[in-house]
Every structure is written in C-alpha cells, then in structure tokens.
C-alpha cells in the first residue's frame, strides 16, 4: 500500500520494487507496519500464528501520504500498473481500505475492478475489512469498506489476540475497530479473521 522504510531491517526480504507515487509523497509507515507483522509477528506475540520463517516481499507503493491527495480512479489504476507489469507475483497484499461503506444492493466499482484484476492476470488479492473507531462513541460498527467487497479477493477481519485492563472485548472476540459483513447480496464477507489487536 504505502511501501517498505528502505532503511527498515525489514528490507532485506524485498526481492524488488515499484511506486506510483511521487518520492516527495511517500510515507511508508503503514507498509512498514503491515510488512513488520508478516515477518515479524510470530516473534512479537511469542506465538506460532503463522509458522513461516520469512518470506519474499514485493514492495509496491501506491498510496501517498496522508494529505496528498488520490482519487479512487487513480488508485485503481495504480494497482492495475503494478499487478500488470509485475503479474508473475500470485498474491497481492492491499491493506487499505476506504472510509466509504458498502452499498447495501450493489457492489462498488472499487471491489469490481479488484475482481477483474483478479481474473486478468490470474492473482489473489489479500484486503481487509477496514478500521472504523465508531466504538469510541458507543455506536454500531461500520459495514465492510468499498474495497471489501471484491468477490474474488481473501478479505481478512481482526479478532483481539488479548484484553488488557482497559480494552473493550475479550480475546478471540471480533476487535472493536474491525467493520463487519455481509458484502452486498448477503454475500460472506470477511472470509477469515486473524489477530489484529484491541482498543479501549
């Protein structure tokens, strides 16, 4: 999404590389932190939640800083040159999601153009649910957002691993800034849940 810190020590396991965005609009804090979950997660949590020793990381940079401004036509197409010119890569990370919620009778051209990428260049693409923090005034969550809807793509929702003294809901109960399915037409969305932390 927002790329790999290149002077991170989680850059040795990018095998290459490629930006739509400009130099002066990168900020790669959020890639740095999903990237640091997959490599290192097992070993911050003291668990064995994956199992895996590493793995090889395309760093693809298609969101800018927080500011710049990026339509969803823009972003599409973005993803769409990266996926295209790189399409020997299988399985594509998008953790982002849009502050927009799902229509309730139709899907979003966001979640159909992820289902055509999908199908063209025959690759899954991993997404998320996307955060919402109406917990923190006590309302009902949000519904999945526009790029959770992709019908071919693994949509991945966050269960808490833990409640400390102040955290809103019990280990392995939905956590609180997850937003929920279903996907239009009552489809199941997520397809699975992974650790993803609390809040309180």
């Not at 999404?1 to 002077?7: L, T």
């Not at 040795?12 to 965005?21: A, G, H, L, M, P």
């Not at 502050?99 to 009778?105: D, F, L, P, R, S």
């Amino acid at each position: 999404d927002s790329g790999i810190d290149k002077e991170s020590r989680l850059y040795q396991w990018v095998i290459d590389e490629y930006s739509t965005v400009v130099t002066d609009d990168i900020d790669t804090s959020h890639g740095t932190s999903v990237a640091s979950i997959l490599i290192m997660g097992d070993l911050l949590e003291g668990k064995n939640y994956t199992g895996h020793n590493g793995v090889k990381l395309f760093n693809g940079i298609v969101i800018p800083r927080k500011g710049a401004d990026i339509s969803t036509d823009e972003l599409l197409v973005s993803i769409r040159d990266i996926i295209s010119s790189y399409s020997h890569i299988k399985i594509w990370n998008l953790s982002l999601g849009t502050k927009e919620e799902i229509h309730a009778n139709k899907f979003s051209d966001f979640g159909i153009e992820l289902d055509h990428l999908q199908d063209e260049f025959n690759v899954t693409i991993v997404t998320t649910t996307g955060n919402c923090d109406r917990y923190k005034i006590n309302r009902p969550r949000s519904k999945i957002a526009l790029s959770a809807d992709t019908l071919r793509g693994l949509v991945v929702g966050s269960v808490a691993h833990k409640q400390g003294t102040h955290d809103f809901y019990e280990e392995n109960y939905p956590s609180p800034f997850t937003r929920v399915g279903p996907a239009s037409g009552n489809i199941i969305k997520p397809d699975v849940m992974q650790y993803g932390g609390n809040a309180g």
